[in-house]
C-alpha cells in the first residue's frame, strides 16, 4: 500500500512541477519523470513510475501516442517476437514460466505496463530488461 501512495504521490507531484522526482521506502524505489516543457495547454503528458523492489520489478509509462512506434521497436528489438501476441488493441510480450508469469510488457495508444518477476528470471535476463526499461524511460522522456 504503501507503495502505490508512494507512486501516485511522485506521479501528482512530478505532473504539477514538471520535474524528475525519486522516492525510497525499504527496498523499494519509484521514479516519476515528466518534461520540463510541460504546460497547462499541453493535451498530453508523459510520465514514468519505476518500482524496483526484492522480488519484483514493475514500469508504468504514458506518453504520446505519437512515440508508440518508438516504443514498439524498442520492445520488438529488444524481446523475443515468439512472446508477442495481440489482445483488444495491445500488444503483449509475455513469457512464462512454470505456469507463472516470469515478465510482460503490454503496450496500448501510449501506454506501457512492464512487470518481471525476479525470482522467475536470470539475473543476466533482468539485467537486460532492467536496462531495456531505461531505455524506454529515456525514450519518452524526450521532447
Known amino acids: ?16 512541477q514538471a520535474q524528475t522526482a525519486e522516492a525510497k521506502a525499504g527496498n523499494t524505489t519509484a521514479v516519476a519523470k515528466a518534461p520540463s516543457t510541460q504546460t497547462r495547454t499541453t493535451k498530453s503528458s508523459t510520465s514514468v513510475s519505476i518500482s524496483d523492489s526484492d522480488n519484483y520489478y514493475s514500469l508504468l509509462a504514458s506518453f504520446d501516442a505519437n512515440k ?16 508477442l501476441s495481440h ?3 495491445s500488444k503483449i510480450w509475455k513469457k512464462d514460466s512454470d505456469g507463472q508469469t516470469a515478465y510482460s510488457f503490454v503496450l496500448r ?10 525470482e522467475l528470471v536470470s539475473s543476466e535476463t533482468f ?17
Open 68 to 83: 508508440n512506434k518508438k516504443v514498439e521497436n524498442l520492445l520488438s528489438d529488444n524481446l523475443d517476437d515468439s512472446l
Open 1 to 16: 500500500m504503501k507503495i502505490i501512495l508512494i507512486i501516485t504521490l511522485l506521479i501528482l507531484s512530478t505532473l504539477a
Open 87 to 89: 489482445e483488444s488493441g
Open 127 to 143: 539485467k537486460k530488461l532492467k536496462a531495456l526499461g531505461e531505455k524506454i524511460s529515456e525514450t519518452i522522456s524526450k521532447g
Open 109 to 118: 495508444d501510449g501506454k506501457l505496463k512492464a512487470s518481471i518477476d525476479k
